[in-house]
């Protein structure tokens, strides 16, 4: 079973500042994908992450996926209360498994104003 | 837009049950999924089909089954509710995109069966 790791699992945080969460895992996925859900929604795609050292940006979100492809990071600069929700990072699997989607647990975050 | 729906927001059934959870997907995707998500657990894979017929075992399997008759229906089956089964259920459907081996695609979700087993 491949597994992710997240953390923090829950982040509450005030207006404005800056926050990381990070996914590890000790296998390396072909990408990575990261979700955002909201009380009583599905998950919802942010991002994808394909290629190792890759680091893509969604306004005030950067991505990065690490360079052995085995884990990736999310950090918000100037958080707003709209960003609070369950942050996801789900692995997609290499070679025959690349249809299988894998998800860490979550990191719940709280933005305060 | 693709829209993944999921025959039922809530439902309450009776331990022993036999329980039938249907989703549907619009959007002709090979890939369909079925998740489990419970609080400080995450979301974790029951079963998934990469095509009609075919499935395959997630990890968490025990005590489901699933069926895919048709490209667009995924049922997740119950074969004998336990309080424990007592959970939210998503259901995902995913483009398998040939060029890139199904790396880049997008899961869509449906908004989930609140399953309470009494």
């Known amino acids: 079973t491949q597994l992710l790791e997240q953390s923090p699992q829950f982040l509450s945080i005030q207006e404005g500042e800056n926050l990381t969460v990070y996914c590890n895992s000790s296998?390396?996925?072909?990408?990575l994908q990261w979700y955002r859900q909201e009380p009583g929604e599905g998950p919802v795609l942010l991002v994808t992450?394909?290629?190792?050292?890759e680091v893509k940006k969604l306004k005030r979100l950067t991505f990065q996926f690490g360079d052995a492809r085995k884990d990736s990071s999310l950090h918000i600069t100037a958080a707003q209360p709209g960003d609070t929700g369950l942050y996801l990072c789900a692995g997609v699997g290499r070679g025959g498994s690349n249809y299988k989607l894998t998800f860490g647990k979550g990191t719940l975050l709280t933005v305060n104003p | 837009d693709v829209k993944v729906t999921q025959s039922s927001r809530y439902l309450v059934k009776r331990t022993g049950e036999k329980v039938f959870l249907e989703c549907v997907q619009d959007?002709?995707?090979?890939?369909m999924f079925w998740y489990r998500q419970d609080p400080g657990l995450g979301l974790r894979l029951i079963y998934f089909s990469y095509d009609v017929k075919m499935k395959e075992k997630g990890d968490i399997p025990e005590g489901y089954s699933v069926s895919r008759e048709k490209k667009e229906r995924f049922s997740l089956i119950l074969e004998s509710a336990s309080t424990n089964q007592t959970s939210m259920y998503l259901c995902?459907?995913?483009?398998?995109?040939?060029?890139?081996?199904?790396?880049?695609?997008?899961?869509?979700f449906g908004q989930g069966t609140r399953l309470t087993v009494v």
């Open positions: 959007m002709d995707h090979e890939n």
């Open positions: 992450v394909v290629t190792g050292g």
């Open positions: 296998s390396v996925f072909s990408s």
């Open positions: 995902a459907s995913r483009f398998l995109d040939s060029t890139f081996g199904g790396r880049k695609t997008e899961a869509f």
